[in-house]
Every structure is written in C-alpha cells, then in structure tokens.
C-alpha cells in the first residue's frame, strides 16, 4: 500500500495598512463571506496565475476603460446619444431616482 500526503507549509506574513482601511475593507469582505487572510490568499494565487497584480495598477484607473467600453463610448457620442442635460447636481440626482 502506498500513502500519498501533502505536507503544506505555512508562512506569516505581517504588513502595516491604515486601521480604517483595513477595517473598511474587512466591512467589505463579510460581505461577501470572507475574511481578510482568505482574501488575502486568493489575491496572492491571482498573482501567481496572471503573472503579475490582477488588475491594472496606473495613476489613471479611474476613468480606465476596456478597448470595448471605449468604442461603446465613442460611438455613442458620434451618434448623439446623449444624456439629458442637467442645470445642478440636485436635479440630476432627482432625475436619477425617478428611473
């Protein structure tokens, strides 16, 4: 008889967040079931499967689009596809409600 065991060992790892966005993002996690070193975890095999940091790190990701996102965009401004235009913030918010 042959018995196969997978010996799997652990490190610790220690980093310094600020307490609110650690608590912030803890918030965030229950959410959705997890925990902290479970996300944690999950973050450092993406790493290992892409070859790098899951998502795109730049000054800029705010307004960072797919090629696709981007033609949609174009294509709609080209076509005059346009929102309403709003006068202030309070009737935007008051249009968007009434959706």
Not at 42 to 69: A, C, M, R
Request: aromatic share 10%.
């Amino acid at each position: 008889m042959h018995f196969a065991y997978n010996i799997c060992m652990t490190t610790n790892v220690q980093i310094r967040v600020d307490t609110k966005l650690k608590n912030e993002a803890e918030k965030t996690l229950n959410k959705l079931g997890l925990d902290l070193p479970t996300a944690f975890r999950i973050f450092l095999n993406k790493i290992n499967i892409t070859g790098g940091i899951p998502f795109p790190v730049n000054n800029d990701s705010y307004f960072n689009y797919t090629k696709e996102q981007e033609d949609e965009i174009l294509d709609a401004y080209k076509n005059g596809k346009r929102s309403k235009e709003f006068k202030n913030a309070k009737e935007l918010i008051k249009h968007l409600r009434s959706q």
